[in-house]
């Protein structure tokens, strides 16, 4: 079987971003559409290409028989990247074209072992193109997936005891049962049995009730109806963006389709569904209460608006909440040119950003911007992540230069950007950091330059590191036969670490020079050989 990037270099290169986008996790969908939305700015998609790669029959082994049959590559895909794509596709229904889709629906669905999860995303992908009626038909489940389901729903009313409405939240799943010629199945039966049971304990736990509780009731009744009306004008209902939610624990990102794509910034923030209005209820009061406040201070390009001590507050946010309101700030979508000064108000908090929080703005700041660029990176750009990576060097290094590298046929635009700031930001330790995401990557030309200029630094590295090192350079001593800049890592090696270098090193990189074809050959059969080991 395939590795991933391995399969990813059968896509053209604009798809390769947004797939590496949805590696992301589960805000992955919508991260790539917002990488589309720059791409598309810059150069036309060829989204006839990228379904037919995604349909291309691929070899694989089923079963404990291993038995050989095709699968669509789709399908050997990791498994969040799959539904990462599908609710990417459920976004940008109205980009790409509908028979394009519709192929892919068709391609897919040949496969009767997809998880009920997939199945379900390309169910509701299949709405986008068929206008909604294929909801009228039953998707045939298997017996062990309706076993999870139904144990999936049973343990959710469990959880929702005291709410009189279960079998109003739950009805699409109890309608979805089989039916006997009675009209009632063993599973019906006991599904209601169970309703029955939370409503009885519902009726128990109000004979308690204190006059506040009733008060406390009708107020929740009266929210709770608010939610209903607001969910039934919703575009596509709550059962479709329960769909869409990445499988996990509730508290996962929410993936939901809107109508108008230009208006995808408004669903992200400002969605009016229950499970976002419980998540919102997770930052402080004191941070909710500031958002606007906030969103001013970075989308602002003048210091009038206050100090930068205002956004002490970011650092009462554990990871998670930093996260989501940097969802709501819109931090990646935050133009080029007001960066600097917001990265100058970060920098310039009374107390530093704990590393785990100044890795969370550093991907949302910086990470999207820097792997859609398709030209040199802009001045304010360049000025503002030099600043912050000076700053929180660490968390840059694993947040923004470590994904960068490991992009699948990184550009040169990016290798340009990286190399500067190693040249320019990163301490001794921080060199270190970098290397390591060099060694634990395949290697490309672009690949090559970053190495060259971390050497050119003198990384500090271990006894370990540098064996990796050796066998690595040993590893593509054939793939990079031809390339002047192999060369040149190689004589940088054998110039600055030569106390480090064994002489079952010498051997390893003997055997690799003689397949080296370039003009500096020779300079680098020379430089081995007055290398004196001890």
Not at 330 to 358: F, G, K, M, V
Not at 383 to 391: E, G, N, P, Q, V
Request: with cysteine; hydrophobic share 35%.
């Amino acid at each position: 079987m395939k590795d991933y990037k391995e399969l990813l270099r059968q896509f053209e290169k604009p798809f390769q971003m947004l797939l590496h986008a949805m590696t992301t996790g589960v805000s992955g969908a919508t991260t790539a559409f917002h990488v589309l939305h720059r791409i598309q700015s810059k150069e036309p998609l060829h989204w006839r290409t990228f379904t037919e790669t995604l349909c291309q029959p691929e070899i694989s082994l089923e079963g404990k028989e291993e038995k050989l049959c095709l699968k669509p590559l789709f399908y050997f895909l990791p498994v969040m990247v799959r539904r990462n794509l599908l609710s990417f596709l459920h976004l940008g229904n109205t980009v790409v074209p509908k028979d394009c889709l519709h192929h892919l629906i068709i391609q897919l669905r040949q496969n009767p072992d997809a998880d009920l999860w997939t199945q379900k995303l390309i169910d509701v992908l299949e709405q986008d193109v068929v206008g909604g009626l294929c909801h009228l038909v039953p998707h045939s489940r298997t017996e062990h997936s309706a076993q999870q389901l139904k144990g999936i729903c049973q343990k959710l009313m469990g959880v929702s005891e005291e709410r009189s409405d279960s079998s109003k939240r739950f009805g699409w799943y109890l309608s979805q049962q089989p039916k006997s010629n009675d009209n009632k199945s063993f599973e019906d039966t006991e599904d209601k049995s169970v309703l029955t049971e939370n409503t009885k304990k519902r009726k128990t736990f109000m004979k308690g009730a204190s006059p506040l509780d009733d008060h406390e009731q009708n107020a929740t009744k009266k929210i709770r109806l608010t939610q209903d009306i607001v969910c039934s004008n919703s575009l596509l209902g709550t059962e479709k963006q329960d769909l869409t939610i990445m499988p996990g624990s509730l508290e996962n990102e929410q993936v939901i389709c809107p109508e108008v794509q230009n208006k995808l910034d408004t669903v992200e923030v400002e969605q009016k569904t229950p499970l976002n209005t419980e998540k919102m209820i997770d930052l402080p009061e004191n941070v909710k209460s500031s958002i606007s406040r906030l969103r001013d201070l970075f989308e602002t390009d003048s210091d009038k608006l206050g100090t930068s001590q205002e956004l002490n507050i970011l650092n009462e946010c554990d990871p998670s909440q930093l996260e989501k309101l940097c969802l709501l700030l819109r931090l990646s979508e935050l133009p080029e040119h007001l960066l600097p000064l917001a990265c100058n108000r970060l920098i310039s908090l009374t107390s530093d950003l704990s590393y785990s929080n100044a890795t969370v703005l550093t991907r949302n700041l910086f990470l999207t911007k820097v792997l859609s660029l398709a030209e040199p990176a802009s001045r304010f750009l360049m000025a503002a992540i030099t600043s912050f990576c000076k700053k929180y060097a660490r968390p840059s290094c694993n947040a923004l230069i470590g994904p960068v590298l490991q992009t699948p046929d990184i550009g040169n635009i990016q290798v340009e950007l990286i190399c500067r700031l190693t040249e320019d930001c990163l301490e001794p330790e921080h060199l270190t950091v970098t290397f390591g995401h060099i060694l634990s990557i395949t290697w490309s030309e672009e690949i090559l330059s970053v190495t060259y200029t971390l050497l050119e630094r003198k990384v500090e590295v271990t006894s370990e590191i540098f064996e990796q090192f050796i066998q690595k350079l040993s590893q593509h001593a054939e793939d990079f036969s031809k390339s002047v800049k192999y060369a040149k890592v190689v004589l940088a090696v054998l110039t600055k670490y030569q106390i480090y270098i064994t002489d079952a090193h010498k051997n390893i990189l003997s055997c690799a020079l003689a397949l080296h074809k370039t003009f500096l050959k020779k300079s680098m059969q020379a430089a081995l050989k007055h290398i004196v080991t001890t």
